[in-house]
Protein backbone atom coordinates (compact mmCIF):
# COMPACT_ATOMS: atom_id res chain seq x y z
CA UNK A 1 0.00 0.00 0.00
CA UNK A 2 1.00 3.67 -0.46
CA UNK A 3 0.26 4.38 3.76
CA UNK A 4 2.39 3.81 6.51
CA UNK A 5 0.90 0.81 8.25
CA UNK A 6 1.57 -0.28 11.58
CA UNK A 7 4.06 -3.85 11.94
CA UNK A 8 0.58 -5.40 13.75
CA UNK A 9 -1.38 -3.93 10.73
CA UNK A 10 1.30 -5.63 8.21
CA UNK A 11 2.91 -8.41 10.14
CA UNK A 12 1.86 -11.78 8.45
CA UNK A 13 2.03 -15.34 9.43
CA UNK A 14 1.35 -17.04 6.02
CA UNK A 15 -2.31 -17.53 7.65
CA UNK A 16 -3.25 -14.58 8.29
CA UNK A 17 -4.77 -12.72 5.41
CA UNK A 18 -6.75 -13.77 2.42
CA UNK A 19 -5.57 -11.19 -0.81
CA UNK A 20 -7.72 -11.28 -3.29
CA UNK A 21 -6.13 -8.66 -6.71
CA UNK A 22 -9.36 -8.92 -8.58
CA UNK A 23 -12.57 -10.23 -8.28
CA UNK A 24 -14.24 -9.83 -11.64
CA UNK A 25 -17.56 -11.07 -13.07
CA UNK A 26 -17.95 -11.38 -16.99
CA UNK A 27 -20.31 -8.73 -17.99
CA UNK A 28 -23.51 -11.17 -18.87
CA UNK A 29 -23.42 -13.20 -15.39
CA UNK A 30 -23.34 -10.20 -13.26
CA UNK A 31 -26.44 -9.15 -10.69
CA UNK A 32 -27.13 -12.57 -10.31
CA UNK A 33 -24.91 -12.87 -6.64
CA UNK A 34 -21.52 -14.80 -8.90
CA UNK A 35 -19.21 -12.74 -7.08
CA UNK A 36 -20.75 -12.84 -3.29
CA UNK A 37 -20.82 -16.73 -4.28
CA UNK A 38 -17.64 -17.00 -5.62
CA UNK A 39 -16.19 -14.92 -2.54
CA UNK A 40 -18.22 -16.65 0.08
CA UNK A 41 -16.50 -19.99 -1.56
CA UNK A 42 -12.72 -18.65 -1.37
CA UNK A 43 -13.26 -17.45 2.36
CA UNK A 44 -15.08 -20.37 3.48
CA UNK A 45 -12.67 -22.51 6.44
CA UNK A 46 -9.45 -21.09 5.20
CA UNK A 47 -9.05 -20.21 8.56
CA UNK A 48 -7.97 -16.15 7.80
CA UNK A 49 -8.71 -13.27 10.40
CA UNK A 50 -9.03 -10.70 7.18
CA UNK A 51 -9.42 -10.47 3.60
CA UNK A 52 -7.87 -7.60 1.50
CA UNK A 53 -8.65 -7.23 -2.19
CA UNK A 54 -7.80 -3.82 -4.86
CA UNK A 55 -10.73 -2.60 -6.42
CA UNK A 56 -10.53 0.12 -9.19
CA UNK A 57 -12.21 3.34 -8.34
CA UNK A 58 -13.29 3.72 -11.78
CA UNK A 59 -17.80 4.56 -11.58
CA UNK A 60 -18.17 1.64 -13.35
CA UNK A 61 -16.93 -0.25 -10.50
CA UNK A 62 -19.40 1.63 -8.25
CA UNK A 63 -21.45 -1.55 -8.28
CA UNK A 64 -18.92 -3.40 -6.41
CA UNK A 65 -18.00 -0.89 -4.17
CA UNK A 66 -21.29 -1.21 -2.99
CA UNK A 67 -21.39 -5.17 -2.21
CA UNK A 68 -18.12 -4.85 -0.84
CA UNK A 69 -19.50 -2.24 1.86
CA UNK A 70 -22.55 -4.52 2.29
CA UNK A 71 -19.88 -7.49 2.78
CA UNK A 72 -18.37 -5.10 5.64
CA UNK A 73 -15.10 -4.59 4.00
CA UNK A 74 -13.53 -0.47 4.75
CA UNK A 75 -11.10 1.03 2.60
CA UNK A 76 -8.08 1.20 4.58
CA UNK A 77 -5.05 2.86 1.33
CA UNK A 78 -4.22 2.82 -2.19
CA UNK A 79 -2.14 0.48 -4.29
CA UNK A 80 -0.68 1.59 -7.35
CA UNK A 81 1.73 -1.61 -8.64
CA UNK A 82 3.60 0.20 -11.18
CA UNK A 83 4.22 3.98 -12.61
CA UNK A 84 1.99 3.35 -15.59
CA UNK A 85 -0.52 1.15 -13.62
CA UNK A 86 -4.04 2.55 -12.20
CA UNK A 87 -4.47 2.98 -8.72
CA UNK A 88 -6.55 0.66 -6.88
CA UNK A 89 -8.64 1.03 -3.41
CA UNK A 90 -7.11 -0.84 -0.98
CA UNK A 91 -10.10 -2.83 1.06
CA UNK A 92 -10.09 -4.81 4.28
CA UNK A 93 -12.70 -7.40 6.01
CA UNK A 94 -11.85 -8.19 9.65
CA UNK A 95 -13.58 -11.70 10.00
CA UNK A 96 -15.35 -12.48 13.09
CA UNK A 97 -13.17 -14.74 15.68
CA UNK A 98 -15.09 -18.04 15.11
CA UNK A 99 -14.29 -17.68 11.37
CA UNK A 100 -10.72 -17.88 11.57
CA UNK A 101 -10.33 -20.44 13.93
CA UNK A 102 -12.56 -23.25 11.84
CA UNK A 103 -9.86 -25.91 10.65
CA UNK A 104 -7.21 -24.82 13.18
Same mark, same amino acid.
Not at 1 to 6: A, L, P, R, V, Y
Not at 8 to 18: D, I, W
Not at 34 to 42: E, F, K, P, Q
Given at each position: ???? /??A???? !? /?? !?? /??G $?V ?7 C @???G *??? =? #?????R????? !? =????? #????? !?A ?23 E???H $? #??? /? ?5 ? =? *?? @?
Open positions: MDEE /TSEFAA !E /TG !ER /TL $IELAVRAG @RRQ *VAA =R #MHSHLHGLGV !E =RVTLA #MRPDP !EAPAHAAYAAWGYHQVGHWQPADDPVS $I #MLL /TLPVAAH =R *VG @R
